[in-house]
């Protein structure tokens, strides 16, 4: 034991020597990271002018008009409809990638009750009132015994639009189909646990970056870029609609939300007190979990030079729509394989199939593609794989020429 305990001590005295006070050892006297550890990811909004070509406010008639983005001015056009509670700006990072693989036109849509879209009963989201107003822009835009071709795609919500506005003969230019992670087995197991979902969310937001952190930190949004020019299109603050208040040349369509009236703040009164809860702050970089301390909150909030002064909520109240969620899916898997153009389905994984869609695509009667490593907003989390598919969906049926080179993905069996 001596001899062991004197071999101990000589090795001590090889240990290279402590630095001298007032070097850093790796955490600053506050406690919190410097250098690399300490670098804060940027979630400032970006404009959707950095996407999109230009917008347009198509208007049905005097109270219902709709807001749409457009890229590209030549080709068929692929007209993509977002998912419950988001917006066009969704589809900001796919819209650029596409545009520059395949000659095409896009046009990404702010369904009713959503975006900077503004109409009369902007609550009533039936799959038949949401269908008809895809039509009806559609043939507001391009107006004619032929119209435009027309490609729908649709996530989620919109997904299954796409496939209502398919099957009643909508559009009648239609050209193809692409659905994005929505299968009815699994959307209509999933509503059971939708509204505790949306009671998990936060009801306010301080500022357009809290929002934009918490889509980025809860894993709703994995691309950091997309969700800072998406998150945009979800939120509103005083009644107002920002998805455009970074362009000068863009001011919303419309100033007050119809369905939001009685609960917003308006502009200039007080925030109102909310729990920390309901309240995302900032963090940095190295941690994965939001705060949930009063203290560090009350911190950040002081301290942020770009804390708002009245909080922004969601621009839809999803909860209230529950009664039209069923509507939206069920039997949706059937009138997808009975459409009677070339369809693709993208899903974030395999497991997702339901039966009928299992049989119909062993049966060869829509193509698949699936994308692992995504969330359930799988074209915002992998924009150019998303591209990559559809380019070659489009070019695979000639509807459109490439333009650019793309990564052709082997079609899933």
Request: hydrophobic share 35%; proline share 6%; aromatic share 6%.
């Amino acid at each position: 034991m001596a001899l062991n305990k004197q071999a101990l001590l000589k090795n001590t005295s090889r240990l290279p020597p402590m630095p001298p006070r007032g070097v850093p050892t790796g955490r600053p006297s506050n406690g919190k990271p410097h250098g690399f550890g300490a670098r804060k990811r940027d979630f400032t909004p970006l404009p959707w002018s950095n996407y999109f070509d230009s917008f347009e406010d198509v208007a049905l008639n005097s109270d219902d008009i709709f807001r749409v983005y457009k890229k590209g001015s030549e080709g068929p056009v692929v007209f993509f409809l977002h998912g419950g509670g988001h917006s066009a700006l969704s589809w900001a990072l796919l819209a650029q990638q596409l545009s520059g693989m395949v000659k095409c036109r896009v046009v990404a849509m702010d369904m009713r009750g959503h975006g900077d879209t503004c109409t009369s009963h902007s609550e009533d989201l039936s799959a038949d009132t949401l269908a008809n107003d895809i039509g009806a822009v559609i043939a507001k835009m391009y107006p004619g015994d032929d119209g435009q071709p027309i490609i729908l795609v649709g996530h989620s919500m919109g997904g299954a639009i796409a496939i209502h506005t398919a099957v009643k003969f909508l559009v009648p230019s239609l050209l193809g189909l692409v659905v994005i992670d929505v299968v009815e087995g699994t959307a209509m197991d999933a509503l059971q646990s939708m509204q505790s979902f949306l009671r998990g969310r936060p009801k306010q937001f301080k500022s357009l970056e809290y929002a934009i952190e918490w889509a980025v930190k809860t894993g709703q949004i994995r691309n950091v870029e997309s969700a800072r020019v998406s998150m945009l299109g979800q939120i509103i603050q005083t009644n107002k609609v920002i998805s455009n208040s970074l362009s000068i040349t863009c001011k919303p369509r419309c100033s007050e939300i119809e369905d939001s009236k009685a609960t917003s703040t308006e502009a200039g009164a007080p925030v109102p007190s909310v729990s920390i809860t309901d309240v995302i702050t900032e963090e940095e970089e190295s941690s994965e979990s939001v705060p949930q301390s009063s203290t560090q909150a009350t911190a950040s909030a002081s301290s942020s030079s770009q804390e708002s002064q009245t909080p922004y909520k969601w621009r839809i109240d999803l909860g209230k729509t529950e009664h039209y969620w069923e509507g939206w899916f069920k039997g949706m898997s059937n009138l997808f394989l009975s459409c009677n153009v070339p369809k693709m389905l993208i899903l974030a994984g395999v497991d997702r199939l339901d039966k009928d869609l299992t049989i119909g695509q062993m049966q060869g009667k829509f193509q698949m593609q699936v994308l692992p490593q995504c969330g359930h907003a799988v074209h915002e989390d992998q924009p150019h794989k998303v591209a990559d598919a559809l380019a070659t969906f489009i070019t695979r049926h000639k509807f459109a020429e490439a333009i650019g080179a793309f990564e052709k993905p082997s079609p899933c069996c």
